[in-house]
């Protein structure tokens, strides 16, 4: 059980109004980015494999190079304008690819626009929305804030590919840009009337981008606690995170199971990494993040093991259940460790070099644990994955100013 450090649920600890709205209109546009991403996946894989990977590749790169830019303009400018002048830009983009596509169709090229567009975007976007918890919630409800988030994402998660379909049957890609325009201009809204951030986030002194991308690396470097968070961020991005979208698939191939048995176990991870988060929600964290950040990861790390370990359908539920658990316990405590580790003037940049220790290693590690299940077989991969995950966990544990990290 979670503990409850809450002293009787004080009022510190509760998120505030404008958080809630601001997550209201966040969960409208992330339902609409994964409809439009699904679709975009859907409509290339109609043009083959390699037009498939292309596409997804344009999404990834340019979010990929420009992502430690998007936190420099962020913390200079302000985590709410980036995302006011994002959301603006995404609205008039998708009504104008909207009528293209309506008009003329859909070819390969005008797929990749879009996803390159939306990769650009999401760079500077991304790091500035990272941050808005912070700004919007008092110091000691960050992390409830947190989970409050990861519950809204492993619901859009489930909700999102299946809506993007739906719009696809009904009226084609120009029916899901003409949705996902509709969550940027709610999203607008929100932003420009409901949410306000501290004035000083607003209004700093003019400083160089580079070099402000220089003091956000820099300050990473040296504090030894963000550097250690980083590197176990890394680690767990590069072990856990193929594992459902990637490995679970290719297993299932293997085994011979049925589609349904294989979104039963994906679907069992996302259950069970949910229920971590709603228990945050009721019970608070655990005192000790990094400490139970570094256990979630050996978990999740034993539960990929078993589940490339025992050729059973059971058992792989079972292994899954245990992986939820575990990536839920990891995120549930990194999140606002890292958050509550950084200083205000600094929180987008970091937030954008995490996202980059995520999808770096994980950009290698997809096609590296890929080409291993071709040469060695999934359940070999699979064992590799928990195995180093496991290490990663292990690393944690042993990392004295991690471990022993405490939140006040």
Same mark, same amino acid.
């Given at each position: @059980?979670?503990?409850?450090?809450?002293?009787?649920?004080?009022?510190?600890?509760?998120?505030?109004?404008?958080?809630?709205?601001? #997550?209201?209109?966040?969960?409208?546009?992330?339902?609409?980015?994964?409809?439009?991403?699904?679709?975009?996946?859907?409509?290339?894989?109609?043009?083959?494999?390699? !037009?498939?990977?292309?596409?997804?590749?344009?999404?990834?790169?340019?979010?990929?190079?420009? #992502?430690?830019?998007?936190?420099?303009?962020?913390?200079?400018?302000?985590?709410?304008?980036?995302?006011?002048?994002?959301?603006?830009? @995404?609205?008039?983009?998708?009504?104008?690819?909207?009528?293209?596509?309506? %008009?003329?169709?859909?070819?390969?090229?005008?797929?990749?626009?879009?996803?390159?567009?939306?990769?650009?975007?999401?760079?500077?976007?991304?790091?500035? $929305?990272?941050?808005?918890?912070?700004? &919007?919630?008092?110091?000691?409800?960050?992390?409830?804030?947190?989970? @409050?988030?990861?519950?809204?994402?492993?619901?859009?998660?489930?909700?999102?590919?299946?809506?993007?379909?739906?719009?696809?049957?009904?009226?084609?890609?120009?029916?899901?840009?003409?949705?996902?325009?509709?969550?940027?201009?709610?999203?607008?809204?929100?932003?420009?009337?409901?949410?306000?951030?501290?004035?000083?986030?607003?209004?700093?002194?003019?400083?160089? &981008?580079?070099?402000?991308?220089?003091?956000?690396?820099?300050?990473?470097?040296?504090?030894?606690?963000?550097?250690?968070?980083?590197?176990?961020?890394?680690? !767990?991005?590069?072990?856990?995170?193929?594992?459902?979208?990637?490995?679970?698939?290719?297993? +299932?191939?293997?085994?011979?199971?049925?589609?349904?048995?294989?979104?039963?176990?994906?679907?069992?991870?996302?259950?069970?990494?949910?229920?971590?988060?709603?228990?945050?929600?009721?019970?608070?964290?655990?005192?000790?993040?990094?400490?139970?950040?570094?256990?979630?990861?050996?978990?999740?790390?034993?539960?990929?093991?078993?589940?490339? $370990?025992?050729?059973?359908? !059971? +058992?792989?539920?079972?292994?899954?259940?245990?992986?939820?658990? %575990?990536? %839920?316990?990891?995120?549930?405590?990194?999140?606002?460790?890292?958050?509550?580790?950084?200083?205000?003037?600094?929180?987008?940049?970091?937030?954008?070099?995490? *996202? *980059?220790?995520?999808?770096?290693?994980?950009?290698?590690?997809?096609?590296?644990?890929?080409?291993?299940?071709?040469? @060695?077989?999934?359940?070999?991969?699979?064992?590799?994955?928990?195995?180093?995950?496991?290490?990663?966990?292990?690393?944690? #544990?042993?990392?004295?100013?991690?471990?022993?990290?405490?939140?006040?």
């Amino acid at each position: @059980m979670l503990i409850d450090t809450s002293n009787g649920r004080s009022e510190s600890k509760k998120v505030t109004t404008r958080y809630l709205l601001w #997550l209201g209109g966040l969960s409208g546009s992330l339902a609409g980015d994964a409809a439009m991403l699904f679709a975009l996946g859907w409509v290339a894989a109609g043009f083959g494999g390699r !037009a498939a990977g292309l596409v997804l590749t344009a999404v990834v790169l340019p979010r990929v190079i420009l #992502l430690l830019l998007g936190g420099a303009v962020s913390d200079r400018y302000g985590a709410r304008k980036v995302m006011v002048r994002c959301d603006a830009l @995404m609205l008039v983009f998708t009504l104008a690819a909207a009528a293209l596509v309506a %008009g003329w169709g859909a070819p390969s090229w005008s797929l990749v626009s879009i996803a390159v567009f939306f990769g650009v975007v999401n760079a500077f976007y991304s790091p500035a $929305s990272g941050s808005m918890p912070r700004l &919007l919630v008092p110091e000691p409800a960050v992390p409830r804030a947190l989970s @409050m988030r990861q519950t809204i994402s492993n619901l859009v998660g489930f909700v999102g590919p299946p809506l993007g379909g739906v719009l696809l049957a009904l009226g084609g890609l120009a029916a899901v840009l003409l949705f996902n325009s509709l969550t940027f201009f709610l999203m607008l809204l929100v932003l420009l009337w409901a949410v306000r951030t501290p004035v000083h986030t607003e209004e700093r002194e003019p400083v160089r &981008l580079l070099a402000s991308l220089r003091d956000g690396l820099a300050l990473a470097r040296a504090d030894g606690m963000l550097l250690s968070s980083l590197v176990i961020v890394s680690g !767990a991005a590069a072990f856990l995170l193929p594992v459902m979208p990637l490995l679970v698939p290719l297993l +299932a191939h293997s085994h011979d199971w049925s589609s349904t048995n294989t979104g039963a176990v994906i679907g069992v991870f996302g259950a069970f990494n949910s229920v971590v988060a709603v228990m945050v929600l009721i019970r608070d964290t655990f005192r000790k993040p990094g400490l139970a950040a570094a256990v979630g990861v050996a978990v999740a790390g034993l539960g990929v093991v078993l589940l490339g $370990s025992i050729d059973s359908f !059971a +058992a792989s539920l079972i292994g899954s259940s245990i992986v939820g658990l %575990g990536t %839920g316990l990891f995120a549930t405590h990194i999140g606002p460790l890292i958050l509550r580790s950084t200083p205000k003037e600094y929180l987008a940049r970091i937030q954008s070099l995490n *996202l *980059l220790v995520q999808s770096l290693p994980l950009f290698v590690a997809n096609n590296v644990f890929g080409a291993a299940s071709d040469w @060695m077989g999934p359940s070999f991969a699979m064992v590799v994955c928990g195995f180093l995950s496991v290490l990663v966990g292990t690393y944690g #544990l042993m990392n004295r100013p991690f471990r022993r990290a405490v939140f006040s």
